[in-house]
């Protein structure tokens, strides 16, 4: 895959990221060695985890973050990757969850960063990220606890990932004015059928809508990392099985009705799968767009990433 560079970094990252939300339920030990290897092998750098991965299944914490790590040292590809993993998460372990709850204190970030490092068994993250925002704490004070960490050598850069573009502009005029690097990346909940969708039953995941496009076509410093690039596969089973396969979706609207019938369109254009007419929708943004995929297994990777070769066309993703 081809390597994007954010500007004014230098992090050079390929085309998708691997996102191991499933390592250490899906795939572990080999099994995990041959997911990992396989992106990496097709030109894949990136790999995108979470220290609250997968805390809501019981009986251990951070159990992606420690399969990404053992990984890394039975490989020995540290310095060939970028890592990237995110902090303050809502307590998923907690007896009543709330995602409303901030735990984005200076004390509770380092916290979280000290237990990805030794998960992960390195001394810095490329790319560290505030899983969540908290508007009752100044752009100030998160902008200077990540910097806190910068000067500290435990991150190179950081990112946000379900902020608002309202906060993300303060926050960037807060680092003008400091003469801060900034946020490197934004990571949002944005997909071919993500704007004509039901809410997600999950209100604190921030959706790319018009006003975050335009945020992004003007500002390159901050690269777009969408999750949730597959639609959770509602196109894929609707096209597949019908429409009793994801009445339940909330990708199920008489909108993206119109998007499937766009995506069998493009998929007997360019004689490929749906899944590469899905992820074929980030190649044409305004923008450099960087997808996370979440594998199903090794054997994924050359499907998803081979998305990357097709010479998709702009007017493609224009829903008549």
Same mark, same amino acid.
């Given at each position: 895959?081809?390597?994007?560079?954010?500007?004014?970094?230098?992090?050079?990252?390929?085309?998708?990221?691997?996102?191991?939300?499933?390592a250490?339920?899906?795939w572990e030990?080999?099994?995990?060695?041959e997911? @990992?290897?396989?992106?990496?092998?097709?030109?894949?750098?990136?790999?995108?985890t979470?220290?609250?991965?997968?805390?809501?299944?019981?009986?251990?914490?951070?159990?992606?973050?420690r399969?990404?790590?053992?990984?890394l040292?039975?490989?020995n590809?540290?310095n060939e990757?970028v890592?990237?993993?995110?902090?303050?998460h809502p307590?998923?372990?907690?007896?009543?969850?709330?995602?409303?709850k901030?735990?984005?204190?200076?004390?509770?970030?380092e916290y979280?960063?000290?237990?990805?490092?030794?998960a992960?068994?390195?001394?810095?993250?490329d790319?560290?990220?505030?899983h969540?925002?908290?508007r009752?704490?100044?752009?100030?004070?998160l902008?200077?606890t990540?910097?806190?960490?910068?000067k500290?050598?435990?991150i190179?850069?950081?990112?946000?990932s379900?902020?608002?573009?309202?906060?993300?502009?303060?926050a960037?005029a807060?680092c003008?004015?400091?003469?801060?690097?900034?946020?490197?990346?934004?990571?949002?909940?944005?997909?071919v059928?993500?704007?004509h969708?039901?809410p997600?039953?999950d209100d604190?995941?921030?959706?790319?809508?018009?006003?975050?496009?335009a945020?992004?076509r003007?500002?390159?410093?901050?690269?777009?990392?969408p999750?949730?690039?597959?639609?959770?596969?509602?196109?894929?089973?609707?096209?597949?099985?019908?429409?009793?396969?994801?009445?339940?979706?909330?990708?199920?609207?008489?909108?993206?009705?119109k998007?499937?019938d766009?995506?069998?369109?493009?998929a007997?254009?360019?004689?490929?799968?749906?899944?590469?007419?899905?992820?074929?929708?980030f190649?044409?943004?305004? @923008?450099?767009?960087?997808?996370?995929y979440?594998p199903?297994?090794a054997?994924s990777?050359?499907?998803?990433?081979?998305?990357?070769?097709?010479?998709?066309?702009?007017?493609?993703?224009?829903?008549?």
């Amino acid at each position: 895959m081809k390597r994007i560079r954010i500007p004014e970094t230098d992090l050079s990252v390929s085309s998708m990221g691997c996102g191991c939300v499933n390592a250490g339920l899906k795939w572990e030990g080999k099994n995990a060695d041959e997911v @990992f290897d396989a992106f990496f092998d097709l030109g894949g750098n990136l790999y995108d985890t979470a220290r609250v991965y997968s805390d809501w299944v019981p009986t251990e914490v951070g159990r992606s973050e420690r399969v990404l790590g053992e990984w890394l040292s039975r490989s020995n590809k540290r310095n060939e990757i970028v890592l990237v993993t995110k902090g303050g998460h809502p307590d998923m372990r907690a007896k009543d969850i709330d995602l409303h709850k901030s735990r984005l204190s200076k004390e509770e970030m380092e916290y979280d960063l000290n237990l990805s490092l030794k998960a992960l068994q390195t001394d810095w993250i490329d790319l560290y990220f505030y899983h969540r925002d908290d508007r009752t704490r100044t752009v100030e004070e998160l902008i200077d606890t990540m910097e806190s960490f910068v000067k500290a050598g435990k991150i190179r850069y950081y990112g946000c990932s379900n902020w608002t573009t309202e906060r993300m502009k303060e926050a960037d005029a807060y680092c003008r004015k400091m003469g801060y690097r900034g946020f490197a990346a934004n990571e949002m909940y944005y997909n071919v059928g993500s704007m004509h969708k039901r809410p997600a039953a999950d209100d604190t995941l921030v959706l790319m809508d018009q006003e975050m496009l335009a945020y992004h076509r003007e500002n390159p410093r901050n690269l777009a990392m969408p999750y949730m690039g597959l639609c959770s596969g509602a196109f894929n089973k609707w096209i597949a099985l019908g429409e009793e396969a994801v009445r339940e979706s909330e990708y199920y609207t008489e909108e993206n009705e119109k998007v499937k019938d766009q995506m069998i369109k493009i998929a007997e254009k360019y004689h490929i799968t749906i899944t590469q007419a899905v992820l074929g929708f980030f190649t044409c943004q305004d @923008f450099a767009c960087v997808p996370l995929y979440g594998p199903r297994g090794a054997d994924s990777f050359a499907e998803a990433c081979g998305t990357f070769e097709i010479p998709f066309e702009k007017t493609d993703y224009i829903m008549e």
